[in-house]
């Protein structure tokens, strides 16, 4: 009856304000902040609680044929979720009494955690054949006193923050190289094209540009067109009690082009590709930090092409990880 008596806002008594230092916390740091209760008028309460939480979710739906007559079947629609505690600490800044007018305020610092992975919110109208996809991380405060007697108003407040976790080990730089034949139509052979290529650094974040050092032999007798990057992210929702096998899609989040090389030419060249989300063409996907949960996964990859008119190229490709903001 509190809490609708609150939503209806009736008989209310008071306002409960939770503030924090920060809006970004690092796993292992300390959630500082303080709560501020008032009461305008006298009234008799349970214990003024504060509740710091975090959670990982997956909902989704799924459509299914159903019989209802001999003759005719019908769609249904069924929601699912998965859900689990990340962080749950409790703190109790009052026992149940009768509460006197005036403000109070309520200092607390809470030690977070090390390993609290990343906040996340992932949204995807379909994969395979789950629907509506919705998989999160979030993180939050809340702060709640129940008030005695019919028809008067709960006390309560509720503050998110967000969580920026650094990957478990320091970037490195990676190296990698491939030879393909030029193909004509898929079938003429043009001679080979040999691409090498260094990645600086396999840990960067939004915004930053990948430094690719490139060194490419074009030993056809085919002008190369272009020499293309495409930051590619794979979501995998991940097996659960009720499914025993992954849903992969993978989605291209930007391209960048740079010039191509006349035949028999070699070329070094240094690429540096945007890590931003660039939505100018159909499909593309939304960037976020890389994570690894236990209901979802999001990856990345950098592919660096070597593209031809009408032939086969030459591709290699990197794991890159995308820091979140503030790790």
């Not at 009052?94 to 109070?104: K, N, V």
């Not at 050092?213 to 002008?223: G, K, L, P, W, Y």
């Not at 996964?297 to 660096?304: A, H, T």
Request: aromatic share 8%; with cysteine; hydrophobic share 35%.
């Amino acid at each position: 009856m509190g809490k609708l008596a609150a939503t209806l806002g009736i008989g209310v008594k008071g306002s409960v304000a939770i503030r924090l230092e920060g809006t970004v916390y690092r796993p292992g740091e300390t959630l500082i902040g303080q709560v501020t209760l008032r009461i305008d008028e006298a009234f008799d309460g349970k214990a003024f609680e504060m509740t710091i939480a975090g959670e990982e979710t997956l909902k989704w739906g799924t459509r299914r044929s159903s019989s209802h007559t001999l003759d005719q079947n019908q769609t249904v629609y069924d929601h699912h979720e998965r859900r689990r505690h990340l962080l749950y600490h409790q703190l109790v800044f009052a026992t149940p009494q009768r509460y006197a007018p005036g403000d109070y305020v309520y200092p607390f610092e809470v030690a977070l955690p090390c390993g609290l992975p990343s906040t996340v919110d992932y949204r995807a109208s379909r994969v395979s054949d789950m629907q509506d996809i919705h998989g999160s991380v979030f993180y939050y405060a809340t702060a709640s006193l129940p008030v005695d007697g019919t028809f008067k108003a709960d006390l309560s407040s509720y503050h998110s923050f967000e969580i920026a976790s650094a990957p478990q080990r320091l970037p490195q730089s990676l190296q990698a190289s491939a030879t393909e034949e030029v193909c004509l139509l898929g079938l003429v052979k043009q001679g080979q094209c040999k691409l090498t290529a260094t990645l600086v650094s396999d840990a960067l974040q939004t915004g930053e540009a990948a430094e690719i050092q490139c060194s490419i032999q074009n030993e056809s007798r085919m002008r190369a067109q272009r020499v293309s990057t495409y930051l590619v992210q794979d979501i995998e929702l991940l097996p659960s009690e009720g499914w025993a096998w992954s849903r992969v899609k993978s989605s291209t989040v930007s391209v960048a082009e740079y010039q191509g090389l006349e035949a028999g030419q070699t070329k070094d060249i240094l690429i540096r590709p945007p890590m931003l989300a660039i939505s100018y063409f159909s499909g593309s996907a939304l960037l976020l930090p890389s994570f690894q949960g236990q209901f979802l996964r999001i990856s990345y990859r950098l592919e660096i092409k070597c593209k031809y008119t009408l032939c086969t190229g030459t591709s290699i490709e990197f794991p890159l990880t995308i820091v979140p903001a503030g790790a």
